[in-house]
């Protein structure tokens, strides 16, 4: 099974910051990873696949990179809406998995 | 416009099996490249993948899981079943099923399956 480290597990910024979300695989998945966003109470929402696509409807503030096993998610200017849960999911290969979560807090 | 929704049992008993269905609509899953999985969360914690069922009835699970796990679709009333045996407190989470891993990514609202005696 391919695992999903994900890092950090918390984070804690203010509005404006620029924030980097990384997850690794502990083998090759190529760009087969989404980033998702979750409120609390809420289903995940999709923000990034293909690793670095961005979701239609989605800020431009957000942006993915990566490819092969590292991954990252950038925030580019935090806004008080950003304030939530991240996960990445790789779907290159079964079973899929998700990362643990980055919960992304006011400073 | 694709929708999901989950639906079962709120409580059940350690031991139990759950049943939960996922019916949708907005797509087919006789379909070619159409699939549905099935994600859980327990309260506070993180987003688990636990099975997917494909057009061609693939099935896939969760390797932790897989032994107490059973996907089935019926592709007429556009639903896809999960099962899961032997419940345990443990399993007490929301279960959603979504469209996930592809060109797009939908997802219905989740329940919250409880598992206590």
């Known amino acids: 099974d391919i695992q999903m480290t994900q890092s950090p597990s918390s984070l804690s910024a203010s509005v404006g910051d620029r924030v980097t979300i990384t997850c690794r695989a502990s083998?090759?998945?190529?760009?087969?990873l989404g980033w998702y966003q979750q409120k609390p109470g809420k289903a995940p929402k999709r923000l990034i696949y293909?690793?670095?696509s961005l979701q239609s409807g989605v800020p431009s503030r957000f942006s993915g990179s990566g490819s092969g096993t590292e991954f990252t998610l950038t925030i580019s200017s935090l806004q008080p809406e950003d304030f939530a849960t991240y996960y990445c999911?790789?779907?290159?290969?079964?079973?899929?998995?998700f990362g643990q979560g980055t919960k992304l807090e006011i400073k | 416009q694709v929708t999901l929704k989950e639906s079962g049992p709120a409580l059940v008993k350690p031991t139990q099996t759950l049943t939960l269905t996922c019916t949708f609509s907005?797509?087919?899953?006789?379909?070619?490249?159409?699939?549905v999985s099935w994600i859980r969360q327990p309260p506070g914690k993180a987003l688990e993948w636990l099975a997917r069922?494909?057009?061609?009835?693939?099935?896939f699970y969760s390797t932790s899981l897989k032994t107490r796990l059973t996907i089935s679709k019926d592709t007429s009333k556009n639903q896809v079943v999960l099962t899961m045996t032997n419940m345990d407190p443990v399993d007490t989470a929301t279960y959603y099923c979504?469209?996930?891993?592809?060109?797009?990514?939908?997802w219905g609202q989740g329940t919250l399956v409880t598992v206590s005696s």
């Open positions: 979504a469209r996930i891993g592809g060109a797009d990514d939908y």
């Open positions: 907005g797509f087919s899953l006789s379909t070619s490249g159409m699939r």
């Open positions: 069922i494909d057009w061609d009835d693939d099935k």
């Open positions: 083998q090759g998945i190529r760009n087969d």
């Open positions: 293909a690793a670095s």
């Open positions: 999911l790789q779907h290159n290969s079964y079973p899929y998995s």
